[in-house]
């Protein structure tokens, strides 16, 4: 039977902070807890102790580790993706967190998007989701940057309710100036052609 990881932080009770106690790191790239570098078992306690929405990609394989803040963001993958490499995690937004995490190991650069638009898969099929979100810099024994810390909201409803609005006020605006059919259905077509989905995930 294994044995709860023997952890240096105490951690409030929850369902992540439970998988990380009960997960056999020793058989992952990242190795014995006990090994880990100091940074690393800090960032872990801060990210399973809060209540806000964060998750942690440790080590080179980038191994997924994140708190019941994060679960709603997770969706149905929830509970086996905890603890295995992102890439495997999210492969469906892989070309666009790749090329973002390895610049934030790579240059030690902070990024931060607000209203950012990524299809995740929570169910079966890719979503339109929305989330403001930071990347951090995380370094190892060697103060070398070999993780990323992120804290992020998901904004997708109020996303989309602004963009409802904004088109309902122009289709409105176009009633109300519509002299002619054709000025009508020009109002229209300019109105819904309007897309206001934020970047393109592959900026």
Excluded at 72 to 95: D, M, R, T
Excluded at 189 to 195: D, E, G, K, Y
Aim: with cysteine; aromatic share 10%.
């Amino acid at each position: 039977m294994l044995e709860p990881v023997d952890f240096p932080y105490q951690l409030r009770p929850s369902q992540s902070s439970r998988l990380f106690l009960n997960t056999d790191w020793s058989k992952t790239s990242l190795g014995p807890v006990d090994q880990w570098p100091e940074a690393h078992k800090s960032a872990i306690a801060l990210c399973l102790n809060s209540q806000f929405p964060m998750t942690l990609a440790l080590g080179s394989e980038l191994v997924n580790i994140y708190n019941d803040g994060y679960i709603p963001i997770v969706g149905a993958k929830h509970p086996e993706v905890f603890g295995i490499p992102v890439q495997q995690a999210y492969h469906e937004i892989w070309e666009f967190l790749g090329h973002t995490l390895e610049r934030v190991r790579s240059q030690g650069e902070v990024i931060w998007h607000e209203d950012f638009l990524l299809p995740l898969i929570k169910q079966t099929e890719p979503e339109e989701c929305y989330f403001t979100f930071c990347y951090s810099p995380l370094s190892n024994a060697d103060g070398e940057f070999d993780s990323v810390v992120s804290i992020a909201t998901e904004n997708t409803l109020a996303v989309i309710e602004k963009r409802r609005l904004n088109t309902s006020q122009k289709l409105a605006a176009s009633l109300s100036a519509s002299l002619s059919l054709s000025d009508l259905v020009e109002g229209l077509v300019s109105a819904l052609q309007t897309n206001e989905m934020g970047d393109s995930l592959w900026c």
